[in-house]
Nanobody
Framework: QVQLVESGGGLVQAGGSLRLSCAASGRTFSSYVMGWFRQAPGKEREFVTAIRWSDGSTYYADSVKGRFTISRDNTRDTIDLQMNSLIPEDTAVYYC?????????????????WGQGTLVTVSS
């Protein structure tokens, strides 16, 4: 079955960096859209970024544009999220998700598979 496993979360000071990784297994993801979402305490899950695995097209939320970078590694079947210039507002549980559609969406309900999440805490 499909498995998405996130890693790389932790505690970092404001201005610092973290790199998250999502290991995907269980099927071929070359036609999928892979996304990262986050959910802060008391808030709804929100779109962070997505990448279309087939052509590498990327999409970002305005709040992270210029600070975060999503990438894919075809040999390891991983999706990485490089997060720089972190701010306390980035504190959340970060989730990796996979969408079987070729169309990129920012709506979490359209994603078919989810990881368990990894916690990112940015201290001020």
């Amino acid at each position: 079955q499909v498995q998405l496993v996130e890693s790389g979360g932790g505690l970092v000071q404001a201005g610092g960096s973290l790199r998250l990784s999502c290991a995907a297994s269980g099927r071929t993801f070359s036609s999928y859209v892979m996304g990262w979402f986050r959910q802060a305490p008391g808030k709804e899950r929100e779109f962070v970024t997505a990448i279309r695995w087939s052509d590498g097209s990327t999409y970002y939320a305005d709040s992270v544009k210029g600070r975060f970078t999503i990438s894919r590694d075809n040999t390891r079947d991983t999706i990485d999220l490089q997060m720089n210039s972190l701010i306390p507002e980035d504190t959340a549980v970060y989730y990796c998700a996979a969408d079987r559609s070729v169309y990129v969406t920012r709506v979490p309900e359209y994603y078919d598979y989810w990881g368990q999440g990894t916690l990112v805490t940015v201290s001020s």
